[in-house]
């Protein structure tokens, strides 16, 4: 079972959406190697010092800081669900970050900002974990000025790539598509970015695209011990067995699939994410 202390109950009040990958230490190590180069590079030429940003769901910070760089000295704003996570970000925002920038505990759906607060917003795989996307946009631009820019990326399974195959990893991956149906999530949510825009009121919007991607031992090697703790530590899997759709063997071998890929010196993953910018009329 997953610790408490890296998964807040999924009853409590402040947390409306079910956030299915958890918060263990290796994910929270995952996301703090993400750079602004690499996974918001698409926005950054709509950028320039001085601007006023807001990053929502900005986990540990690392994009954030990388952003608060990038408009300085423009202040920026993170926000995030779960106190934890801010006080992370927090802490490396100290160390590495400009004085431009600081972070808090904030729900996306009521953002704790007046009408027209920002030049940009900017959030890296979130609304595909949200029951309202279109909800949270509209509240994006809510706190948007007029002409102001926002910026999207979301995963797309419809683009994975993953070599050499096993069984235990396919298995792992119709599992997983499994479990993201039952909540009402869609694996293939990044297309849809450009639309949900369109819906909730942003106009010029333009649509592209991009790969994570693992392909040294370190970074595969580092890929599979990630999955394989979520398989052994996140609720979602325990939800899997309980409701019959898979059992303890079987994750097992997802496990050993998982292990057996991340030895393979020929490993290599990526993943797609499509990006969006839209802007505020």
Known sequence: MTNQTDQQPESSPTRPDHYIVGYSPLTRQRHASRT????????LPH???GMSLLDCGCGPGSITIGLAQAVAPGEVVGIDIEPRVVERASALGREQGPPNLHFQVANVYELPFADGSFDAVFAHTLLH?????????QEM???L????????RNDDDGGRIIAPANQGLEDYFDLQERVWQHYGRDRRFGRQLRSLLRQAGFVGIKASASYDYYGTPADTG??????????????????AVAAGWVDRATLDRMI????QWGEDPDAFYARARCEVVGWKE
Do not use: N
């Open 36 to 43: 602004v180069v690499r996974q918001a590079g698409f926005f």
């Open 47 to 49: 950028l320039r010092p």
């Open 129 to 137: 974990y949200l029951d309202q996307p279109i909800g949270a946009l």
């Open 141 to 143: 631009g809510r706190v």
């Open 145 to 152: 000025k007029a002409g102001g820019v926002i910026g999207i």
């Open 222 to 239: 580092t890929e599979a011990q990630l999955q394989m703790a979520r398989i052994k530590s996140t609720a979602a899997y325990d939800e």
């Open 256 to 259: 050993a699939g998982w292990r």
